[in-house]
Protein backbone atom coordinates (compact mmCIF):
# COMPACT_ATOMS: atom_id res chain seq x y z
CA UNK A 1 0.00 0.00 0.00
CA UNK A 2 0.57 3.32 -1.26
CA UNK A 3 0.11 6.69 1.32
CA UNK A 4 -0.44 9.81 -0.43
CA UNK A 5 -1.14 13.23 1.49
CA UNK A 6 -1.32 16.12 -0.13
CA UNK A 7 -0.41 19.94 1.66
CA UNK A 8 0.18 23.48 0.47
CA UNK A 9 -3.32 24.55 -0.64
CA UNK A 10 -4.95 27.95 -0.03
CA UNK A 11 -6.15 30.94 -0.84
CA UNK A 12 -4.68 33.13 -3.22
CA UNK A 13 -5.54 35.64 -5.13
CA UNK A 14 -5.91 35.91 -9.15
CA UNK A 15 -2.09 35.86 -10.30
CA UNK A 16 -0.65 34.75 -7.69
CA UNK A 17 1.73 31.61 -7.15
CA UNK A 18 1.02 28.42 -4.56
CA UNK A 19 2.85 25.02 -4.05
CA UNK A 20 1.33 21.81 -3.75
CA UNK A 21 3.37 18.93 -1.99
CA UNK A 22 2.53 15.38 -2.19
CA UNK A 23 4.21 12.77 0.47
CA UNK A 24 4.27 9.02 -0.47
CA UNK A 25 4.86 6.80 2.14
CA UNK A 26 4.62 2.78 2.81
CA UNK A 27 5.39 0.44 -1.05
CA UNK A 28 7.02 3.37 -2.87
CA UNK A 29 8.73 0.89 -4.54
CA UNK A 30 5.12 -0.15 -6.66
CA UNK A 31 4.38 3.19 -8.02
CA UNK A 32 7.08 5.24 -10.99
CA UNK A 33 3.89 7.64 -12.27
CA UNK A 34 2.56 10.54 -10.32
CA UNK A 35 0.10 12.78 -11.17
CA UNK A 36 -1.74 15.89 -10.16
CA UNK A 37 -5.62 16.33 -10.69
CA UNK A 38 -8.30 18.36 -9.46
CA UNK A 39 -12.17 18.92 -9.62
CA UNK A 40 -14.05 21.99 -9.35
CA UNK A 41 -17.57 22.03 -7.63
CA UNK A 42 -19.94 20.52 -10.65
CA UNK A 43 -17.29 19.13 -12.56
CA UNK A 44 -15.19 15.89 -13.53
CA UNK A 45 -12.09 15.38 -11.75
CA UNK A 46 -9.84 16.12 -14.16
CA UNK A 47 -5.77 15.55 -15.17
CA UNK A 48 -3.63 18.31 -14.41
CA UNK A 49 -0.18 17.67 -14.71
CA UNK A 50 1.69 13.94 -15.27
CA UNK A 51 5.14 12.97 -14.44
CA UNK A 52 6.29 9.41 -15.33
CA UNK A 53 9.76 8.38 -13.58
CA UNK A 54 12.58 8.67 -15.87
CA UNK A 55 10.71 10.56 -18.71
CA UNK A 56 9.24 14.22 -19.13
CA UNK A 57 6.01 15.52 -17.54
CA UNK A 58 2.87 16.10 -19.15
CA UNK A 59 0.67 18.77 -18.64
CA UNK A 60 -3.02 19.87 -19.43
CA UNK A 61 -3.64 22.29 -21.79
CA UNK A 62 -4.95 25.06 -19.29
CA UNK A 63 -2.18 25.03 -16.96
CA UNK A 64 0.82 24.24 -19.64
CA UNK A 65 2.83 26.98 -19.33
CA UNK A 66 1.48 27.79 -15.51
CA UNK A 67 1.92 24.50 -13.51
CA UNK A 68 5.60 22.67 -13.22
CA UNK A 69 5.31 19.18 -11.68
CA UNK A 70 8.57 18.53 -10.50
CA UNK A 71 9.84 15.21 -7.58
CA UNK A 72 12.40 15.34 -4.94
CA UNK A 73 13.13 11.38 -4.81
CA UNK A 74 15.04 11.74 -1.57
CA UNK A 75 11.61 12.96 0.06
CA UNK A 76 9.35 10.83 -1.82
CA UNK A 77 7.78 13.75 -2.69
CA UNK A 78 5.76 15.29 -5.80
CA UNK A 79 4.89 19.40 -6.34
CA UNK A 80 2.91 21.42 -8.10
CA UNK A 81 4.42 24.85 -8.51
CA UNK A 82 0.84 26.68 -10.12
CA UNK A 83 2.34 30.54 -10.78
CA UNK A 84 -0.67 33.36 -12.56
CA UNK A 85 -3.37 31.48 -11.24
CA UNK A 86 -6.91 32.16 -12.84
CA UNK A 87 -10.35 31.90 -10.90
CA UNK A 88 -10.79 29.32 -13.18
CA UNK A 89 -8.11 27.13 -11.08
CA UNK A 90 -10.02 26.87 -8.50
CA UNK A 91 -10.68 23.46 -7.01
CA UNK A 92 -10.40 20.50 -5.02
CA UNK A 93 -6.29 18.85 -5.94
CA UNK A 94 -5.79 15.27 -5.66
CA UNK A 95 -2.47 13.91 -6.06
CA UNK A 96 -2.24 10.00 -7.81
CA UNK A 97 0.33 7.70 -7.89
CA UNK A 98 0.16 4.42 -9.81
CA UNK A 99 2.32 2.11 -12.47
CA UNK A 100 3.45 2.19 -15.73
CA UNK A 101 2.23 -0.91 -17.93
CA UNK A 102 2.41 -1.35 -21.26
CA UNK A 103 1.33 2.00 -23.02
CA UNK A 104 -0.78 3.52 -20.71
CA UNK A 105 -0.20 2.92 -16.28
CA UNK A 106 -2.39 1.22 -13.73
CA UNK A 107 -3.25 4.10 -10.88
CA UNK A 108 -4.08 2.67 -7.84
CA UNK A 109 -3.52 5.39 -4.85
CA UNK A 110 -5.71 8.83 -4.54
CA UNK A 111 -4.71 11.31 -1.85
CA UNK A 112 -7.50 12.83 0.17
CA UNK A 113 -6.87 16.45 -1.91
CA UNK A 114 -5.93 19.53 -1.26
CA UNK A 115 -8.73 22.91 -1.62
CA UNK A 116 -6.97 25.69 -3.73
CA UNK A 117 -9.16 29.04 -3.99
CA UNK A 118 -8.32 32.02 -6.25
CA UNK A 119 -10.04 35.08 -5.78
CA UNK A 120 -10.38 38.15 -7.84
Known amino acids: QVQLAESGGGLVQAGGSLRLSCDAS????????MAWYRQAPGKQRELVAILPEGNSAVYAAPVKGRFTISKNNAKNTVYLQMNSLKLEDTAAYYCRAGRTAGDGYVWNYWGQGTQVTVSS
Open 26 to 33: GSIFSINV
